[in-house]
């Protein structure tokens, strides 16, 4: 395929805020691609590299390149072109590295040249989220969208799976089945203002601690353990405990899925940012291990030996769950049958669970399936402050002591059209420590400097507590956040995982208007 149909797109999809119009468009692409180019296809659409970031700056980028007459560039040849780039390394590689992306911008036209600028740089802008491009390959393939989510939630790939059903067709679905020692998309959770509001919603749930940890999967497979993270990163090399831990355990076939944490002397957990830095250690396992023991605490599973559990509600696969692992390695719960007779006991859960120093509580309605990958109203965390994941836009340089450092940040939410509106700005929470490691990481993400505000790629998630909303007509979104502070860097998530306006505009929470 033409990479210029591919732009030609692109540039409709971010033109047209209808998701029927964006679905049809990109339905149509689909069908159009050769199968086994469906893959690159979907990624390039989302802004995604297959082999991650080619490490080319934003200056090499915008050096003028003269166009291509016409039309001739083909995905694949992109395709070999960021291989080539992402593989030359070592003395004399920048000028090789800059000869080859002169020869890929040469071969592009106006239009693909600035297509490829984005994707290069990861700007791309068009609003083809996974979802829809999800819907648009159901479409394409003539397959159910719902037998198409499921095949992705477990295989862990979109352009993967789409490859494949546009390639065969429906009966590719069957193959798409749970695997142990193949990560599946983690079921997320919404958000409830109060417990109060989260029991109504759900009837009959459970409450769980909600641990401020790192989420894990836990796949064991006889004496073979892996362990990966809400990415489906695997990390098992570096959390030795976790896999002994699994190995103990009497069944020698499963799937789990908990959190990691710390625990200080006192027995309370450990911060955040403490746990990111001991999972994000490669060199000295043991000596980090040493330094910081870690303990896992499952919540659910999804196999246990031949049997899939996945579509089993709450409570049955709980006690699964309680028959395979000790209760010191279960998430403490309380089962609420009642949520009006037993309302009480479950705020009295709450208070404790925050005494102990966890976040919050999860509240599960019982009678819900493992629903992968998807955000869906039958999980729901309640937090007792307003906190959101923003995505982090630009960042202003400090003064006086932040003098060097990179500190107000500027804070998105996820449009529904795959932008980003910004919320407002804030230098408050951050540390010493957060603004070094910050500063590092944005810069890492630069794609311009003005001597005041450095824009960056959309990629660095914070999360962020506030006091409520202010309606304010200087940012898109009509609202700014009050008061709002920075609890901690998330780089276990990525930008996909952030807040959407629509969240962020139901948790309401209005206060006097912006002056």
């Known amino acids: 395929m033409l990479l210029a149909e591919l732009a030609r797109v692109s540039r409709e999809v971010a033109d047209t805020s209808a998701r029927s119009r964006k679905t049809a468009l990109l339905a149509e692409l689909f069908a159009a691609a050769p199968p086994e180019e469906a893959g690159l296809v979907i990624s390039y659409l989302a802004g995604r590299l297959p082999q991650g970031r080619p490490g080319i700056g934003w200056r090499a980028l915008a050096q003028e390149t003269p166009p291509a007459p016409r039309p001739t560039l083909t995905v694949r040849a992109v395709d070999a072109a960021v291989t080539e780039l992402a593989a030359t390394k070592g003395t004399g590689s920048q000028a090789r590295r800059r000869r080859i992306l002169e020869a890929l911008l040469g071969a592009a036209t106006g239009a693909e040249q600035a297509f490829l600028r984005s994707l290069l740089s990861g700007e ?3 609003g083809a989220l996974d979802a829809v491009a999800l819907e648009g390959v159901a479409t394409a393939a003539g397959v159910p969208a719902a037998e198409l989510r499921r095949a992705v939630m477990l295989d862990g790939s979109l352009p993967r799976v789409a490859q494949t059903v546009l390639a065969r067709g ?27 509001e989260a029991l109504a919603a759900l009837g009959p749930c459970a409450v769980e601690e909600k641990l401020d940890g ?5 796949h064991r497979e006889g004496d073979e353990v892996r362990v990966y993270t809400r990415s489906l990163d695997e990390i098992t090399d570096r959390l030795p405990e976790v896999a002994e831990l699994a190995r103990a355990l009497p069944g020698e076939r499963f799937i789990l899925d908990g959190e ?6 006192d027995g309370r957990p450990v911060p955040f940012q403490d746990i990111a830095s001991r ?3 490669r060199v000295d396992v043991e000596a980090a291990r040493r330094a910081l023991p870690v303990v896992p605490c499952f919540f659910d599973i999804l196999a246990a030996g031949e049997e899939v559990l996945l579509d089993l509600p709450v409570r049955e696969r709980y006690e699964a769950l309680a028959a395979l692992v000790p209760e010191h390695a279960r998430v403490r719960r309380l089962v609420v049958e009642d949520p009006v007779a037993q309302a009480a006991e479950a705020e009295a859960f709450r208070a404790e669970t925050l005494r102990r120093g966890h976040e919050g509580v999860m509240v599960k309605a019982l009678d819900s399936s493992y629903a992968a990958g998807r955000r869906g109203k039958h999980w729901l965390k309640v937090k007792p402050v307003h906190t959101l994941d923003l995505v982090v836009l630009a960042a202003e340089w400090g003064h006086g002591r932040r003098t060097g450092l990179l500190s107000n940040l500027h804070l998105g939410a996820r449009a529904a059209d795959g932008t980003y ?3 407002g700005k804030t230098f408050k929470g951050l540390t010493d420590e957060m603004l070094r490691w910050q500063t590092g990481a944005l810069n890492a993400l630069a794609t311009s400097d003005d001597g005041f505000t450095v824009r960056v790629r959309p990629e660095l998630v914070v999360e962020i507590a506030y006091d409520g909303l202010q309606r304010s007509p200087r940012y898109p979104a009509g609202v700014t956040l009050r008061f709002a502070r920075v609890l901690r860097h998330r780089p276990d998530k990525g930008a996909e995982d952030a807040d959407t306006v629509e969240t962020v505009l139901g948790e309401g929470g209005f206060a006097s208007e912006a002056t």
């Open 421 to 423: 509106a910004m919320l």
């Open 124 to 126: 791309v802008r068009q």
């Open 170 to 196: 429906a009966q590719a679905l069957g193959e798409f089945t749970l695997r142990v020692g193949q990560p599946v998309q983690p079921m997320l959770a919404n958000t409830a203002a109060s417990l109060a």
């Open 214 to 218: 790192i989420r894990v999967q836990v």
């Open 279 to 281: 999972v994000g250690s």
């Open 260 to 265: 990691v944490i710390g625990l200080a002397a």
